[in-house]
Nanobody
Framework: QVQLVESGGGLVQAGGSLRLSCAAS????????MGWFRQAPGKEREFVAA????????YYANSVKGRFTISRDNAKNTVYLQMNSLKPEDTADYYC???????????????WGQGTQVTVSS
């Protein structure tokens, strides 16, 4: 398992942008697929985006496709989530996760960060 620490959350107006970062420990970061999930108050955790270890394969939830971009820098052991054209419904705690394959189900991931809060005001 790897240890993950998210950063970059905050308060932004609708239409604005934020970039979330997730720093991972260990020397085998490139072997892990990475995912971003989010959980709004009173709702279940939902898939946002996923990226293979090589960075070649990506998946996005329909709700964020075209607005969010997942990327990684394996030299820095970091995965990013660039969020543009933010909407109030994007408000949630955002979590990064590491797993064996890029997937949309939370059960496919073994390691999770503590989360970073994103609030989008209207």
């Amino acid at each position: 398992q790897v240890q993950l620490v998210e950063s970059g959350g905050g308060l932004v107006q609708a239409g604005g942008s934020l970039r979330l970062s997730c720093a991972a420990s260990g020397r085998t970061f490139s072997r892990y697929a990475m995912g971003w999930f989010r959980q709004a108050p009173g709702k279940e955790r939902e898939f946002v985006a996923a990226l293979s270890g090589s960075g070649v394969t990506t998946y996005y939830a329909n709700s964020v496709k075209g607005r969010f971009t997942i990327s990684r820098d394996n030299a820095k052991n970091t995965v990013y989530l660039q969020m543009n054209s933010l909407k109030p419904e994007d408000t949630a705690d955002y979590y990064c996760a590491a797993g064996r394959v890029a997937a949309q189900g939370p059960n496919d991931y073994d390691s999770w960060g503590q989360g970073t809060q994103v609030t989008v005001s209207s």
